[in-house]
């Protein structure tokens, strides 16, 4: 039998696990690793709670040494080993180390070098205090800064690695401010979600900037004086920059990249080059939903394209293709969770998809039950065939479950109103006898068969100017704020008082709406069978609120007195 030389390039996440297939899969060939760094299996997303202390040794981000792979998997681990080239003809990689340079021959070549941290043209990022989050070696600096004394600390960039990174040195007890260039926080979360994801962040005691830039770091007797695009600046003994990330594609010849330099792959994880594969954050996806070409920097689908692609080039059966990823994500803030998988409505807007989306603010438990939370949670479905495009959603418990379920649901081709059928686990802790998750099924079948007329926050104007609003909330309710406009008729006197509705709307269609969506559901098919035009508010005010965001207290009358 043939002896082969694999080499993997990068020590971590789809690297080691490529690496480690590989040897399970053919005992006999060689399965050399190259990482630059100093360690491998490390805990890359463990980092941030290394900074915040609640990791609390360096060693339990280390999940394998060079010494306990070669033990367990005989792998061939070489640390501060850096590929700088590739020679595609020749079938070899040239490596630097510590010894001198060599160059490595292989029959397989796996490239998951990963990326670095993005760095933006802005003047004075060299300074010293400018810091990443991206090795062990990042995290250990950033912990020093913080015995040596820091105390004051400005993340850049409002990603999930810098709001976890500013969480943590809350948790550190330093003074934190968050910059985020674009409207909101977690950009990739919808605008109604991201204002909770800020109210909690503001809440810990973090300084939360939203649409603001940083356009200079200067220095001041060692510390950093960070200008913000709204003309302050900011002083702190720390700037930890998480703007992004760029693939650290550099140095492989040949290797078809695209714009970005992320490396492009088939559906198994190879390459333009024979024998070259690629996996992890320096490669190209295709999006499951929208079909947009883009990196999705997650450990699980680096981990996953991994051991794919060592089955593919062992060939010791069928590989399973790679398969599109959904770029489903997760990230604590404070006491709240924000989960999201499938596409956002940004990315459903630029590949021009039809949606529309369901908001609900359903409790993650009986709410006769203690200590039952709401869940805010929004699913875009194709509003034809119910398909479900994406979900999102915001709370203090349940939320993990309900986009896993959601990811799998879409993974397996169920179309929304199918969420109806699924049988999942219920007791009174744990969930309702109707789950959230059978919930946004049956709304989504009431929208989709017709029983349900929605409109949204981004209709406003048309309620407002075009429409009768009629909020069927309580008069209790309707007095801690309403829409200007809008008319108060409690759901339960609505049937009695139809005529009025009539005569008030004049000819216009009705934007019912109440507190969560829930009672101006039941107003809409009164007024649907007594064969009005009505349409019930996604979400109702709770929704309205978040999306409305800081211009709640303006337009909403009168002033918020929560
Ligand atoms: C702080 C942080 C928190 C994160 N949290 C999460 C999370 O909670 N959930 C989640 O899903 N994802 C998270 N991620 C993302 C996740 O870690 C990555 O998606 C995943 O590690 C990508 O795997 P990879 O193999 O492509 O790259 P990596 O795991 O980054 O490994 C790449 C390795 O290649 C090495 N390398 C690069 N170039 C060369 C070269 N030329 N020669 C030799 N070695 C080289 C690098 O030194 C690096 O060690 C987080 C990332 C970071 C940085």
């Known amino acids: 039998m043939t002896k082969h030389t694999y080499v993997i390039v990068g020590g971590v996440a789809g690297g080691m696990s490529a690496a480690a297939r590989l040897r399970r899969l053919d005992e006999r060939a060689d399965v050399i690793v190259l990482e630059q760094g100093p360690v491998v299996s490390f805990a890359n997303c463990g980092l941030p709670y290394y900074v915040g202390g609640e990791i609390a040794g360096q060693a339990d981000l280390l999940v394998q040494t060079p010494e306990s792979l070669k033990a367990s998997l005989n792998l061939d681990v070489r640390v501060h080993h850096r590929a700088t080239g590739l020679d595609a003809a020749a079938k070899t990689v040239h490596v630097a180390s510590p010894d001198g340079d060599y160059d490595l021959a292989y029959d397989h070549l796996v490239l998951s070098p990963g990326a670095t941290a993005a760095r933006p043209p802005i003047p004075g990022l060299d300074h010293p205090a400018v810091r990443t989050l991206r090795t062990v070696d990042d995290a250990v600096a950033v912990r020093d800064a913080i015995t040596s004394g820091a105390t004051r600390a400005v993340v850049l960039g409002a990603g999930f690695i810098g709001l976890e990174a500013a969480e943590g040195l809350r948790l550190q007890g330093l003074d934190v401010t968050l910059v985020e260039a674009s409207p909101h926080v977690l950009p990739p979360l919808e605008r109604e979600l991201a204002w909770l994801a800020a109210a909690e962040l503001r809440a810990l005691g973090i300084d939360v900037r939203e649409g603001v830039a940083a356009t200079r770091v200067d220095d001041a007797d060692g510390r950093a004086v960070v200008d913000l695009s709204t003309g302050d600046s900011v002083t702190a003994d720390m700037v930890v920059l998480s703007v992004g990330a760029a693939p650290a594609t550099r140095g492989f010849t040949g290797v078809a990249c695209d714009e970005r330099g992320s490396i492009l792959v088939d559906e198994h994880g190879h390459t333009n080059l024979a024998g070259v594969w690629a996996v992890g954050d320096a490669t190209v996806s295709t999006d499951a939903v929208t079909q947009a070409r883009r990196p999705v920097q997650l450990a699980g689908p680096a981990n996953r394209a991994g051991r794919l692609v060592a089955d593919a080039i062992a060939a010791a059966r069928k590989a399973r293709p790679i398969p599109r990823p959904f770029g489903t994500a997760i990230v604590r803030l404070g006491s709240l969770t924000a989960a999201m998988t499938g596409a956002n409505r940004a990315a459903l807007d630029?590949?021009?998809?039809?949606?529309?989306?369901?908001?609900?603010?359903?409790?993650?438990?009986?709410?006769?039950?203690?200590?039952?939370?709401?869940?805010?949670?929004?699913?875009?479905?194709?509003?034809?065939?119910?398909?479900?495009?994406?979900?999102?959603?915001?709370?203090?418990?349940?939320?993990?479950?309900?986009?896993?379920?959601?990811?799998?649901?879409?993974?397996?081709?169920?179309?929304?109103?199918?969420?109806?059928?699924?049988?999942?686990?219920?007791?009174?802790?744990?969930?309702?006898?109707?789950?959230?998750?059978?919930?946004?099924?049956?709304?989504?079948?009431?929208?989709?068969?017709?029983?349900?007329?929605?409109?949204?926050?981004?209709?406003?104007?048309?309620?407002?100017?075009?429409?009768?609003?009629?909020?069927?909330?309580?008069?209790?309710?309707?007095?801690?704020?309403?829409?200007?406009?809008?008319?108060?008729?409690?759901?339960?006197?609505?049937?009695?008082?139809?005529?009025?509705?009539?005569?008030?709307?004049?000819?216009?269609?009705?934007?019912?709406?109440?507190?969560?969506?829930?009672?101006?559901?039941?107003?809409?098919?009164?007024?649907?069978?007594?064969?009005?035009?009505?349409?019930?508010?996604?979400?109702?005010?709770l929704t309205l609120r978040a999306w409305l965001g800081a211009d709640a207290a303006r337009i909403i009358t009168p002033a918020e007195t929560r």
Request: aromatic share 6%; proline share 6%; hydrophobic share 45%.
């Open 350 to 541: 630029a590949a021009g998809l039809a949606y529309t989306t369901l908001h609900l603010h359903p409790l993650d438990h009986a709410g006769y039950f203690p200590g039952a939370e709401q869940i805010h949670l929004i699913v875009h479905i194709d509003p034809s065939t119910g398909r479900l495009l994406g979900a999102q959603a915001v709370g203090q418990a349940g939320v993990d479950k309900r986009i896993d379920v959601l990811a799998t649901a879409m993974r397996a081709g169920l179309t929304a109103p199918d969420l109806i059928d699924l049988d999942l686990c219920y007791s009174p802790p744990y969930g309702s006898a109707k789950d959230p998750i059978t919930m946004a099924g049956l709304l989504a079948d009431n929208v989709v068969t017709g029983q349900t007329s929605l409109w949204h926050p981004e209709d406003l104007a048309w309620a407002r100017q075009e429409a009768f609003v009629l909020d069927v909330r309580s008069a209790t309710e309707f007095a801690t704020g309403h829409l200007p406009e809008a008319v108060n008729i409690p759901h339960t006197h609505l049937r009695g008082r139809l005529d009025e509705v009539v005569a008030q709307a004049a000819g216009r269609p009705i934007a019912v709406m109440c507190q969560s969506g829930v009672r101006s559901y039941i107003a809409h098919r009164v007024l649907v069978d007594a064969g009005l035009d009505s349409r019930t508010l996604s979400g109702g005010m």
